[in-house]
C-alpha cells in the first residue's frame, strides 16, 4: 500500500486549503469570471463581429437598434457595437499596461529602499513622499498637456501616477522581511544582493503586489476614460470607451444610449477589478 510522505502532502493541503478559501469567496470568483468574459468578449468579439469601428454611415446616424446595427449607431453613423469591442481592446490595454508601468517602478523603488536603508531608503522615500503628495490625476493631466497624449504617452504617464502607492507597499514589505533568518543564511552562502532581493524577498511581496495591481488596473482604466472625457486621452479614429463618453455628452437627451453602454462597460470591468483585488486579499492572507 503507497503511503505519502509528509513532504508530498504539504503542498497538497497547501493547495485544498487554497481552494477553499476561493469557495468561501464566492464574489471574487464572480469578479475573475467577468473579467475574464470581457477580456474574451474585446479580444475575440472583433474576430466575429467583422464592422469597421470607424466605418461611417451617413444614412443611421444616431439609429435605434436593429439586425444591422445591434446597438445602434452614434453621431457619425459608427456601429456602437465594433467601437465598444475595439475601445475595450484599447480601454483594458491601457488599464494593463499602465499597471505594470508603476507594478515595475514601484518595486523596482521600493525593493531598493526597503532592503538597503541607509541613505537609500532616506533619498528614495522622500521621493516617494513628494509624488504621493501630489494628486495624482492632477500630474498625469500636467504630463500629458506638457508631452502630448500619444498612446504610449498615456499609458507612461497613468502609469507613472501609479507607481508611489506601489512603491510605499513595497518598501513596508522589503523592511520586514530582510532581516530575516532565510536572508541572512543567503548572505552566509554569498548570494548576490539581486538575487536576494527578486529571487527570495520578492515573491513573499507578491502577494501583497497582486492585490494593488488589481486595483491599480481600475484606477488606470478611469483615468484614462477620465483623460479622454476631457479630449486629452485616448485621440479618435482611435476608439476608447473614454472617448465614446466624451462624444455622447452632446447627446445625453436626445441619445442617452451613446453615453449608457460605454459607461456601463467603464463601471462594471473597474468594479470587477476592485471586487477581485479584495478578495486576492483575503484569499492570499497566510493568516485565513
Avoid at 445591434?70 to 480601454?91: A, F
Wanted: hydrophobic share 50%; net charge positive.
Amino acid at each position: 500500500m503507497n503511503s505519502i510522505t509528509p513532504s508530498a502532502a504539504a503542498p497538497s493541503r497547501s493547495q485544498s486549503r487554497f481552494w477553499l478559501r476561493v469557495r468561501r469567496n464566492p464574489v471574487g470568483l464572480g469578479a475573475f469570471l467577468t473579467i475574464c468574459l470581457l477580456t474574451l468578449l474585446v479580444v475575440f468579439g472583433p474576430l466575429l463581429y467583422r464592422v469597421a469601428p470607424d466605418a461611417t454611415d451617413p444614412l443611421n446616424i444616431l439609429a435605434a437598434s436593429s439586425p444591422t446595427h445591434p446597438l445602434g449607431t452614434d453621431e457619425l453613423g459608427r456601429d456602437m457595437l465594433s467601437r465598444l469591442l475595439y475601445g475595450g481592446r484599447i480601454s483594458l490595454s491601457v488599464g494593463l499596461l499602465s499597471m505594470l508601468v508603476g507594478l515595475t517602478i514601484g518595486t523596482v523603488v521600493g525593493g531598493i529602499a526597503g532592503y538597503f536603508k541607509g541613505w537609500a531608503e532616506t533619498v528614495v522615500m522622500r521621493l516617494v513622499d513628494v509624488f504621493m503628495s501630489i494628486p495624482s490625476f492632477f500630474l498625469v493631466l500636467v504630463i500629458v498637456t506638457a508631452f502630448g497624449n500619444h498612446p504610449l504617452t498615456v499609458v507612461l504617464t497613468v502609469g507613472i501616477g501609479f507607481w508611489a502607492q506601489m512603491a510605499r507597499v513595497v518598501y513596508a514589505e522589503f523592511s520586514k522581511y530582510r532581516g530575516r533568518e532565510f536572508v541572512e543564511a543567503m548572505h552566509a552562502l554569498g548570494a548576490s544582493h539581486a538575487r536576494i532581493m527578486f529571487g527570495h524577498i520578492f515573491p513573499q511581496v507578491l502577494p501583497q503586489a497582486i492585490v494593488l495591481a488589481t486595483l491599480g488596473v481600475g484606477w488606470a482604466i478611469l483615468t484614462e476614460a477620465a483623460l479622454s472625457y476631457l479630449g486629452l486621452g485616448i485621440q479618435p479614429p482611435l476608439a476608447s470607451w473614454g472617448n465614446m463618453l466624451q462624444n455622447a455628452q452632446a447627446y445625453l437627451y436626445s441619445n442617452p444610449m451613446l453615453a449608457v453602454y460605454p459607461g456601463l462597460f467603464i463601471a462594471v470591468t473597474v468594479l470587477a477589478f476592485n471586487v477581485l483585488g479584495n478578495a486576492l486579499r483575503d484569499v492570499l492572507d497566510p493568516r485565513n
